[in-house]
């Protein structure tokens, strides 16, 4: 079990990929949670940024990657280009640092 995949508030090993709740701040650092944890804290106020492993924040990916690729083909603007390529990445990198080190 890597040191990295430890609970940012209780500071316990996480085991289980159902049970990983990743967030960031600012896009720079990536904090770890168990799922209860985060309810936990979330309910006490605490800022911990938006989930990004969670099913709710892939179809929001999808969502947006839909929007800009339609926009992009209208405008040609260069910043949607961006957006199609920042976000696929975003969410691989979540899954590669963290995801795909857990069982289901």
């Not at 995949?5 to 316990?12: A, E, Q």
């Not at 967030?23 to 985060?38: G, I, K, P, Q």
Request: aromatic share 12%; proline share 3%.
């Amino acid at each position: 079990m890597p040191d990295s995949l430890k609970c940012y508030v209780c500071g316990k090993a996480i085991q289980s990929r159902k049970d990983l709740v990743v967030t960031n701040r600012a896009f720079t650092r990536f904090l770890t949670f168990h799922e209860d944890c985060y309810k936990k804290a979330l309910k006490a106020g605490t800022l911990l940024g938006r989930p990004a492993n969670t099913t709710v924040s892939d179809i929001a990916l999808a969502i947006i990657l839909l929007t800009a690729l339609v926009f992009y083909l209208f405008t040609r603007k260069t910043l949607l280009l961006l957006v199609l390529v920042a976000s696929p990445i975003y969410r691989f990198i979540v899954w590669w640092r963290f995801e795909r080190q857990l069982k289901s």
